[in-house]
């Protein structure tokens, strides 16, 4: 195989591969205007790169002369396609820029047209390159020369801004690495592709291409590797939460709400794309702060607006990180739990009720062995006015060791996990009086059940 065949063969796979990545993004997100535009510019890239390769090996100058009209066109409509795309990626927002790039966009297109109908373009045989070109410069040659310069610089902005403005490590590597690789590289093969042939005869068009796939599939594999088009996070939302009847919600690192399954949709009034999750829901009848969704969460209960009123919710968070430890997404996953706290409100009702008119002094427990309600008998029994700090004087009037010799710190854990674990547990208690008696008493330990993981344990004593 003669050495122009094998460059042509190395050219037009390379221009299939343009073609195989842009077609893997957009087939990758639906909907969205960035993968369209990756797709589009890779095209550019394909087309450059596939007619450059039939030249190469045409089989006459006609053919050769055709192949490379194509080529030559693509190889310059192809940048500010690109920087379009890198806009769009990049969430450039000046409309002046943006402006500029679609008048590039249309001079480019038209100056490639007029160079390829008004230069003398020379063609002939290499031993070694196969079919190549040389053209004498003309006025447009010269005025499509500084337009693509301008694009060049327009790109470099983008990506300096892209630096700039970034607030993820992970983005900031990316746009960094684009902008040395395309700052480095870039320019001097596109001019060179440009100027060479006038002088030399001979076009770096394939090192060119080649050099410029490189930079291609590296960012390509970062796009998908950081998730920069959100590709792993609409292909699980759809696929996985849309239709499932429970609650669930994605959020953005900033905790803007970026996926609602049907569900949401369907009955909470509030559920809408774009809005904070702090507007959705209330904590503790508050307004909750950005903070709160921070770190994971594995339970929290929550007031949310619905279709059908106000509801409360059981709320569990999920933050997913990188490994920058920077927020990569967030999953709310809801579940009604109305009926519950109904339920819950009216057992502790009931208990306060019953505490507050019992003639037996009382105090209740949780599972921290914190005390955390009691009635006005048990603050008598030590003397005691002020309702606001009866644990800790409660505590300093309970002697260091029980009557069994055991600290009596340990009898009240042990006792209270006894409570806890079987329903029930009477014990032998003794207290100092403010005379400073020991006052002996039996106590009787009773679990109640809020619901279902959560338990009290309240405590009759009965002075002997």
């Known amino acids: 195989m003669h050495w122009s065949q094998i460059i042509s063969v190395i050219v037009i796979a390379t221009s299939i591969m343009y073609i195989g990545t842009g077609a893997l993004i957009f087939q990758a997100i639906k909907g969205s205007k960035i993968r369209s535009s990756f797709l589009l510019f890779s095209s550019f890239l394909s087309l450059w790169s596939l007619f450059y390769g039939l030249m190469v090996a045409s089989p006459d100058a006609i053919a050769a002369r055709f192949f490379w009209a194509i080529s030559f066109f693509s190889s310059l409509v192809f940048l500010p396609f690109w920087v379009y795309f890198l806009a769009l990626l990049s969430s450039y927002s000046k409309r002046k820029i943006k402006k500029l790039i679609y008048i590039l966009q249309f001079t480019t297109i038209i100056l490639s047209i007029l160079c390829i109908a008004t230069m003398k373009v020379h063609f002939s045989i290499h031993p070694f390159y196969g079919y190549q070109f040389n053209y004498i410069p003309n006025f447009i040659f010269f005025i499509t020369f500084i337009n693509l310069c301008i694009t060049l610089l327009l790109m ?120 904070n999750i702090a507007e959705f829901l209330l904590i503790d009848n508050e307004k909750p702060s950005q903070s709160i969704f921070e770190n994971t969460i594995n339970k929290e209960n929550v007031l949310i607006s619905t279709n059908h009123g106000e509801k409360n919710m059981s709320m569990q968070l999920t933050v997913v990180r990188d490994k920058f430890e920077e927020v990569i997404t967030k999953i709310i996953i809801l579940s009604d739990v109305t009926e519950l706290i109904t339920e819950r409100v009216l057992i502790e009702e009931s208990i306060k009720h019953f505490v507050e008119n019992s003639p037996l002094p009382i105090t209740i427990w949780d599972r921290k062995y914190n005390m955390i309600d009691w009635n006005k008998e048990a603050m008598e029994l030590i003397n005691h006015k002020d309702r606001s700090n009866f644990p800790e004087t409660f505590s300093s009037y309970t002697p260091q060791f029980q009557q069994n010799g055991k600290p009596t710190i340990e009898v009240i854990t042990t006792e209270l996990d006894k409570a806890f674990t079987e329903g029930s547990n009477t014990i032998s208690w003794c207290h100092n009086a403010p005379s400073g008696e020991q006052i002996q008493m039996e106590v009787n330990m009773l679990r109640l059940k809020l619901n279902e993981d959560e338990y009290q344990v309240m405590c009759f004593s009965r002075v002997l």
């Open 156 to 275: 470099l902005t983008i990506l300096r801004n892209w630096i700039k403005t970034s607030k993820l490590i992970r983005h900031k590597k990316m746009a960094l690495s684009l902008s040395l690789q395309i700052g480095i590289l870039a320019p001097p093969m596109l001019i060179l592709n440009l100027i060479r042939p006038i002088y030399s005869g001979v076009s770096l068009a394939a090192i060119g291409l080649i050099v410029i796939f490189i930079i291609h599939i590296n960012f390509y594999r970062k796009m998908i590797h950081n998730n920069i088009l959100d590709i792993t996070l609409q292909n699980v939302s759809n696929g996985m939460f849309t239709l499932l009847n429970v609650p669930i919600l994605i959020l953005n690192e900033v905790n803007q709400i970026v996926f609602a399954n049907n569900y949401c949709l369907a009955n909470f009034q509030n559920a809408k794309i774009g809005h």
